[in-house]
C-alpha cells in the first residue's frame, strides 16, 4: 500500500485548502474495513490525529476541536482521500500525513510521505 498526500501550501489566516491522499494498493490490504485518515505534526509538538473515515461505512471519527472547520471525505473510486480545511488558523501550521488501517482497533501501518500546511497570520 503507497499513500501520495498532496495539496499542501502557504495560506493565510482564514484562508481554505483541500488536501488530497491517493491511495495504490496492488495487494488489496485496504478492504472496505479499512480506515483511512488524516494526522498532522505542527513544528515541535508531537504528531496528532485529525480525523478519519470508514473507507466502506463513512463513518467519521473526528476531533470536535476540529469539527466545522475540517472535513474528511472520500472517493472509493478513485481511491483517493481528502481533507476540506475551512478557516485556517496560524496553529494549523503542520505537516499533513494521510494514514491507513486495515480496520478500526488496528494500528495505522500504511503512512504517506506527508504534506506541508503554512498558514501565515
Known amino acids: 500500500v503507497q499513500l501520495q498526500a498532496s495539496g499542501g501550501g502557504l495560506v493565510q489566516a482564514g484562508d481554505s485548502l483541500r488536501l488530497s491522499c491517493s491511495a495504490s494498493?496492488?495487494?488489496?490490504?485496504?478492504?472496505?474495513?479499512?480506515?483511512m485518515g488524516w494526522f498532522r505534526r505542527a513544528p515541535g509538538k508531537e504528531r496528532e490525529f485529525v480525523v478519519s473515515i470508514g473507507r466502506g461505512t463513512g463513518i467519521v471519527y473526528g476531533r470536535d476541536s476540529m469539527k466545522g472547520r475540517f472535513t474528511i471525505s472520500k472517493d472509493n473510486g478513485k481511491n483517493t482521500l481528502y481533507l476540506q480545511m475551512n478557516s485556517l488558523k496560524p496553529e494549523d501550521t503542520a505537516i499533513y500525513y494521510c494514514?491507513?488501517?486495515?480496520?478500526?482497533?488496528?494500528?495505522?501501518?500504511?503512512w504517506g510521505q506527508g504534506t506541508l500546511v503554512t498558514v501565515s497570520s
Open positions: 494514514a491507513a488501517a486495515v480496520a478500526p482497533g488496528k494500528p495505522y501501518q500504511y
Open positions: 494498493d496492488a495487494s488489496g490490504r485496504l478492504s472496505s474495513d479499512a480506515l
